[in-house]
């Protein structure tokens, strides 16, 4: 049984940072594994997304404000979000699919997901 556990998610200011965390069980960790944010606006949204052999992809829209890394020791896969925006006020979910590589920038194949958490930014 995959198990992803999100936690990190805070009300800040606009310009403010946090960080994220994806806690994994499992074989899920080292597969493809992504961070989403959705709203009622927008819907689900790829955010950003780390496959098994280290490379990352991020949404436009994150590029150069949100970084990923991974802890192997802890199985956890963090999302450090800097810069924050009012736009960025979301649910955030931590995915994984069982695929070394991505694919596509989107949903398809991501078939375990965590609980999610909430981002507020205020500004």
């Known amino acids: 049984q995959v198990q992803l556990m999100e936690s990190g998610g805070d009300s800040v200011q606009a310009g403010g940072s946090l960080r994220l965390s994806c806690e994994a069980s499992?074989?899920?960790?080292?597969?493809?594994m992504g961070w989403f944010r959705q709203t009622p606006q927008t819907g689900r949204e790829a955010v950003a997304f780390?496959?098994?052999?280290?490379?990352?992809t991020y949404a436009t829209f994150v590029k150069g404000r949100f970084t990923l890394s991974k802890d192997t020791a802890k199985k956890i896969l963090y999302l450090q979000m800097n810069s924050l925006k009012p736009e960025d006020t979301a649910k955030y979910y931590c995915a994984s699919k069982w695929a070394l590589t991505c694919g596509d920038f989107t949903n398809a194949g991501f078939g375990s997901w965590g609980q999610g958490t909430e981002v507020t930014v205020s500004s």
């Open positions: 780390f496959d098994a052999y280290g490379q990352t």
């Open positions: 499992g074989t899920a960790y080292s597969g493809c």
